[in-house]
């Protein structure tokens, strides 16, 4: 047998298979639409992070500000220090928190998407296999007399 024999045998072969793809649009469409929605979600968390950033950077500095001022007396700058520990602290406690509050909300948005995506895609998945049964099965019907033909020659 030759490369070109073989070659057209599988041809012949593969365009037996009836094979449709528009089964696989939904799945790459739907593939798509979960990518969109996922990262609207990530570029979501990502500006409230960094405006919960700046905002505490703003803070901070201001706060760095008082410090560096001039003062009149020594215990004037351990007051200025401990001053400013304490609002960093308190700062930093609640932005902690906005950014659990970040994260918590990404986790539940993921998380019901991924749900969702999943019932999507296993529909689409049962769909698609359905179809390609009753394809196959149209398929064999036409090549099921012709042996029964066949054998009783």
């Not at 560096?68 to 215990?75: G, M, Q, R, W």
């Not at 001053?83 to 990404?106: G, L, T």
């Not at 019901?112 to 998945?125: F, N, T, Y």
């Amino acid at each position: 047998m030759t490369n070109k024999d073989y070659t057209e045998m599988m041809k012949d072969m593969w365009n037996a298979l009836p094979v449709d793809t528009s089964a696989m649009d939904g799945v790459y469409k739907s593939s798509a639409a979960l990518s969109e929605k996922l990262s609207a979600v990530a570029l979501e968390a990502a500006g409230k992070s960094t405006e919960i950033s700046t905002h505490w950077t703003q803070a901070t500095l201001a706060k760095i500000n008082d410090v560096s001022k001039a003062k009149d007396e020594p215990a004037d700058y351990a007051k200025a220090m401990s001053d400013f520990a304490s609002a960093a602290a308190e700062v930093a406690a609640e932005n902690m928190a906005a950014f659990a509050e970040i994260a918590k909300k990404v986790q539940m948005e993921t998380v019901e998407l991924m749900v969702s995506a999943g019932k999507d895609m296993g529909q689409d998945a049962g769909a698609a296999m359905q179809k390609a049964a009753d394809d196959m099965t149209a398929a064999a019907k036409p090549a099921a007399p012709a042996k029964k033909a066949t054998r009783a020659k």
